[in-house]
């Protein structure tokens, strides 16, 4: 289970702590004592290898660290995309966010950058060095790798969206190493990459599902769909090729779920979502792993500001809130915006499990933890151990949707992806013929931004596709121009990439010319 993860991770964090103690110590014995782990003598037994990997899986954690008061590192994928406001005023960094005025000197966009770099450093140390242990059982080797390089083709993935060209490094670093400040490769090269490590992971021999939270062929597949279809999409424009390769990879977990439903499904109800003992399972096909012994669930920041929510009592920030406006653009019976039903939330009950009172507004209810934070007559056991969604079996069938329209049009299996979301929410679909592949492509797009809302996934749509959603007009913006309703504030052409943190760039002179607008 996950918890193998965590204290794997943790015995590999001793360990360099340990290493770190020996940096500048002469030796008092004459004699090695060959219990001592050092450098050279750890990545010597197959525990090694797992301890490494776990070590990997746990830097995907970053985006739940701090960036200031009352803020965390995700917030960079949702503040700057219109569908979320504020209710605090103490974090500037957040606020410039918001405004869309951020630069390199946010902390969000340092922390992201150093976070993503570190899962790559440590998943280029298992590459390296995982592969000279012996003896060691080749299937065990072999899935190790697989999964390293899955991790470090999500890290990629993330970084080249973001900052488009960045620096590629695929060995481990010290301050010695020849290309120890690189420049920033194209966008091109990245995803050449990225694309070579996920094919790699397919290969090794993962489960289609993993209940550790580990990556699976499931999530590999997956990921190589999301893959495909954005570089089908801007930057890279690859068009109808890649739309097609979207399209088969998609399929291919598609018909594993069909002919697999008990291993892969959508949940039948919203708030299965968000319930903990469903992580890693069934609609959940890779998460990111937390467990309050290392680390809670970080998504606290969408708790109303200072309202008795929890068995906290008043003790959120409201950093992170729906606006009005995207709240009312559900269509009229969406299940998913019904009050504690679907993904929001309108009353909650004194303390987590009191009387129930009105929140005043809406909020977001897709992380919250009913077991850990209570519910009605429920007190919680105050153990936020839910995950953190980056793929769901629904987003499959989206990218399933998107993709095959884009190259042939609506096909039966497209409006059938579709209407599964939406059957779901309580919401009627039309038959096939009901669609052109202009009208499909818009409920598809709409189905995006309402199913897949506060999961750090729809900044990825606005800049893939160049557009984004407008509540008001139930259509579509370009990019350039669309005013944001969180702030009132314009979209400009610099927003399609963040700009390169400030203190890398200084760090780094070879990490030049600064992403253009900044």
Known sequence: MKDNIYNKAGRLFLFGAFVAGLVGCSSFLDEEDPSNLTPESFYTIPDHAEAALASVYADTRFVGGGAGIFSATWQ????????????????????????????????????YWNGLYKVIAQANLVLEKVPAITPMDAAQKTKILGEARFLRAWAYFYAVRLWGDVPLVVLPQTASSENFKPAPASQEEVYALILEDLKAAEAAGLPWMDVSGRASLAATKSMLAKVYLTMAGFPLSKGASHYQMAADKAKEVVDYANNNPQSINLFPTYTAIHD???????????????????????????????????FAGPSGTGST????????????????????????????????????????????????????????????????????????????????????????????????????????????????????????????????????????????????????????????????????????????????????????????????????GY
């Open 76 to 111: 960079l994928l949702e503040a700057p995309t219109g569908t979320s406001t504020t209710e605090t005023a103490q974090n500037s960094d957040l606020n410039n966010l918001y405004g869309l005025i951020y630069d390199g000197r946010t902390q969000h966009v340092i922390n």
């Open 276 to 310: 903990e003992k469903n992580d890693n399972k069934l609609e959940h096909i890779f998460m990111l792993q937390y467990n309050v012994i290392v680390s809670g669930n970080p998504m606290n920041d969408m708790f109303p500001n200072f309202k008795p929510v929890t």
């Open 321 to 516: 809130v729906p606006t009005e406006v995207f709240y009312e653009s559900y269509e009229p019976g969406d299940i998913r915006a019904i009050n504690q039903q679907g993904f929001f939330y309108t009353t909650y009950y004194q303390n987590g499990s009191g009387a129930e009172f009105d929140l005043g507004a809406p909020y977001i209810f897709k992380h919250f933890n009913q077991l850990a934070l209570g519910t009605k007559d429920q007190p919680g056991n105050r153990n936020n151990n839910l995950n953190v969604p980056l793929i769901r079996f629904a987003e499959v069938l989206l990218i399933y949707a998107e993709a095959q329209n884009e190259v042939g049009g609506p096909n039966a299996l497209a409006v059938e992806s579709l209407k599964r979301i939406r059957d779901r929410a309580g919401l009627t679909t039309p038959a096939l013929g009901g669609f052109t592949a202009d009208t499909f492509r818009d409920a598809v797009l709409r189905e995006r931004w309402h199913e897949l809302s506060y999961e750090q996934i729809t900044w990825f749509d606005m800049l893939r596709l160049r557009k984004v959603y407008n509540e008001a007009t139930n259509g579509f913006d370009q990019f350039v121009g669309h005013i944001n309703p969180s702030s009132n504030q314009a979209l400009q052409a610099k927003h399609y990439l963040m700009p390169y943190p400030l203190p890398e760039m200084q760090n780094n002179p070879n990490l030049t010319p600064q992403n253009p």
